[in-house]
């Protein structure tokens, strides 16, 4: 059963950190586009980064120099190292896999204060 458990998020003040985690169980990272997706309070989910088999990343232009998306192939597990937090990346912090995403998992809760 493939299923993929976020956490690491919290409450933190603008210009804080955090770095989100995705344990991916019953399947594997590799070879796969993963990505990170987030849905703040009255908008639709917006994908926010990308990583692809080889490592290459993509990031949607509002987190570009600031939120960093990596996996750890060994782990099966996917992370997204937020920087420079801003009260607009509020929101539920999803992943899954881009192309053929399973349905979608609780989330974890980012709250950026000012």
């Known amino acids: 059963q493939v299923q993929l458990v976020e956490s690491g998020g919290g409450l933190v003040q603008a210009g804080g950190s955090l770095r989100l985690s995705c344990a991916a169980a019953?399947?594997?990272?590799?070879?796969?586009?993963m990505a990170w997706y987030r849905q703040a309070p009255g908008k639709q989910r917006e994908l926010v980064a990308l990583?692809?088999?080889?490592?290459?990343?993509n990031y949607v232009d509002s987190v570009k120099g600031r939120f960093t998306i990596s996996r750890d192939t060994g782990k099966n597990t996917l992370f997204l190292q937020m920087n420079s937090l801003r009260v607009e990346d509020t929101g539920v912090y999803y992943c899954?896999?881009?192309?053929?995403?399973?349905?979608w998992g609780q989330g974890t809760q980012v709250t950026v204060s000012s």
């Open positions: 019953g399947s594997t990272l590799s070879g796969s586009v």
């Open positions: 899954n896999w881009h192309y053929r995403p399973i349905p």
């Open positions: 990583i692809n088999s080889g490592g290459g990343t």
